[in-house]
């Protein structure tokens, strides 16, 4: 079945630095890959797509990668700030609709 | 819009008793679904409906019935709760169910049971 592994369940950073989260996974081969992001008490919120056939993606402070030969996708926010604390979550899915798996999520604590 | 809306926020039961979790969406998605969120387990899926009338199992369905009569509604009922299904739930919706769109998720429904 397949697997997703999200690098660890928690990540403490200084504000202003670069964090990077890393999502893995095995027995799939997506053609989409999805980041969330997860507010506590709060449904999960769509942030960025990037398709199997494309390297990277960025959106304002935002840039995703995307590795099919190492079954890996990057997410990365420049210049973090205390807002950007949060769970982020990766996630799967294909062309038909009926396999769209989320990855267990990474904490993200951004320190002042 | 009001995007995806959830009732309860909160719910307790005891074993045994039946409840049903309601879903609704205002931005006529055809793809909506459940999932529920446990610590360190992520999102797993429970049921999915890609239109009205037709619905299928996801991940972990055991205990929970669905059904789709409207494009706008996809209520979660669980048959006799456990405390197994202590759990976050949340409703999502997307234009369909490929990776190419985005989920839109509920606000959810956090359920104890006792």
């Known amino acids: 079945s397949q697997k997703i592994e999200q690098n660890s369940e928690a990540l403490n950073i200084q504000e202003g630095k670069t964090a990077t989260l890393t999502c893995n996974y095995t027995n799939y081969s997506p053609a989409y890959l999805q980041w969330y992001r997860q507010d506590p008490g709060r449904g999960p919120v769509f942030l960025l797509l990037i398709r199997e056939n494309e390297k990277e993606k960025r959106k304002e402070r935002l840039k995703v990668t995307f590795d099919t030969t190492l079954k890996q996708s990057l997410f990365h926010i420049t210049a973090s700030q205390p807002a950007d604390s949060a769970t982020y979550l990766c996630?799967?899915?294909?062309?038909?609709?009926?396999?769209?798996?989320f990855g267990p999520g990474t904490r993200l604590s951004v320190l002042p | 819009n009001a995007g995806v809306t959830q009732t309860p926020k909160f719910q307790v039961l005891k074993t045994g008793q039946s409840m049903t979790l309601q879903c609704a969406q205002d931005?006529?998605?055809?793809?909506m679904s459940w999932y529920r969120q446990d610590p360190g387990m992520g999102l797993r899926l429970i049921h999915y409906s890609v239109g009205a009338g037709i619905t299928d199992q996801g991940e972990v369905p055991n205990g929970y019935n669905v059904s789709r009569s409207t494009t706008e509604d996809f209520p979660l009922r669980l048959l006799s709760a456990a405390p197994s299904q202590t759990s976050v739930y949340f409703c999502a919706s997307s234009y369909s169910g490929t990776g190419s769109n985005e989920q839109f998720f509920g606000p959810g429904t956090r359920l104890t049971v006792l």
């Open positions: 931005m006529n998605h055809e793809y």
């Open positions: 996630a799967l899915g294909d062309n038909y609709g009926q396999n769209f798996v």
